[in-house]
C-alpha cells in the first residue's frame, strides 16, 4: 500500500512516499481502506519532534489519526462493523500506524459509522477534534444553559465544534477569532465574537464560567490573561497543556479551577457526534483538501494556525 512516512523528525520535507505492506489486524480491529485522513496540530508538532513522537518506537512511522473509510475486513463473524460498512474513527498514533496511508488497522471500540449526510472529506475532519471539543465542552465544562463560555482559537477544528457544541447545550459563547471570520463563527452558534488582531479579549470579557483554552502561553500569554476573565470559582480547560508548565498553581492563585485535556479515540461518543452532523444540528468546516503525496503542503498550511475548521488528505479513490 501507498503511504507517506517520516524517517526521523523534522521539517515537513521529511515526508517520503513509500510502499509498506498492509496492515495486520489483531485481537478486535478491523481494516480500513481509507479514503481521506485529517490533518491535525497533533500531528505536525509529533513530525517536529515534540507531541506525541516521544511514543514513536521505531522508524519509518506513519503518522495521522483521523480517517473517513470502507472496512476491508472484521475481526469475528458478528461483529457490528462488516466489509464495505463506511466508518470514521481515530487511530492512537503513534501506538498504532496512522491514517496517512491508504489502509490502516483500527481498534473497533474507536469508530463509528459514518454520517451518511458527509462525504469521505467531511468525515474525516470530524473525529479528533470533535471529540477533543466534546470531552472540553459537554465532559468537563458540562456546558449547560445561561452558561458563559469563551472559546479561544475558534475558528479552528477543534474550535469551531467547541463553538457549536457549547451552543447546542445552551451556552453564551464568547468567541475569539479574526474578523473575517465573525459572520461565520455567529452562524456557529457565537453570540459574541472577539477580534484578536485588535481588542484584548480581558478588556471587552469578564466574569466567564468556562474558558475552552486552545491556546496556552504559546501566543501573547493567552492561558495566562484567560485567568483574569473568569468569576471565582470558574474553570479553564486546556489543550496545549505543555504550552503553560505552571497552569495549575497559577489557576489556584486567582481562584478558579483548571484542568488539562487529553482526547481518546472513542467510538461511542463520536457515533453521538456523528448523529448530530446527520441531524444538521452540527457542521464539519473543510478549509482545503490536498493529495496524500502532498501532505507536507498540508502540515506547512496547518502550523499557520490560520486555517477555519479543518484540512483533510484525499487518500485513495472510493470504487
Sequence with gaps: MRAMVIAAT??????????????????????????????NPIDAKTRSGAGSSAAISSFPVVLGADFSGIVVESPYESCPFKPGDEVFGMVAVPRLAGTYAEYASVPTMSIARKPARLTHVEAAGVPLAALTAWGMVVDVAKAHEAQRVLIHAASGGVGHFAVQFAAYFGAHVIATGSARNESWLRELGAAEVVDHNTTRFEDVVSRVDVVIDLIGNVQDDTGT????????????????????????????AASVRA????????????????????????????????????????????ETGRTRGKIVLSVSELG
Excluded: C
Excluded at 495486520?24 to 481494516?31: G, H, L, N, P
Excluded at 483574569?228 to 497559577?250: C, F, H, K, Q
Design 225 to 252: 490573561r484567560s485567568l483574569s476573565v473568569l468569576r471565582s470559582g470558574g474553570l479553564l480547560v486546556n489543550a496545549p497543556s505543555g504550552s503553560w508548565p505552571t497552569l495549575m498553581e497559577d489557576a489556584a
Design 10 to 39: 523534522g521539517g515537513p520535507e521529511v515526508f517520503t512516499l513509500a510502499e509498506l505492506p498492509m496492515p495486520v489486524k489483531v485481537s478486535a480491529e478491523v481494516v480500513v481502506k481509507i479514503i481521506a485522513a485529517g490533518v
Design 259 to 302: 484542568t488539562t485535556y487529553k482526547t481518546s479515540p472513542d467510538g461511542s461518543t463520536l457515533a453521538i457526534i456523528g448523529r448530530l452532523l446527520d441531524s444538521g444540528d452540527v457542521h464539519v468546516t473543510v478549509d482545503h483538501v490536498f493529495d496524500l503525496e502532498h501532505v507536507a503542503e498540508a502540515h506547512t498550511a496547518i
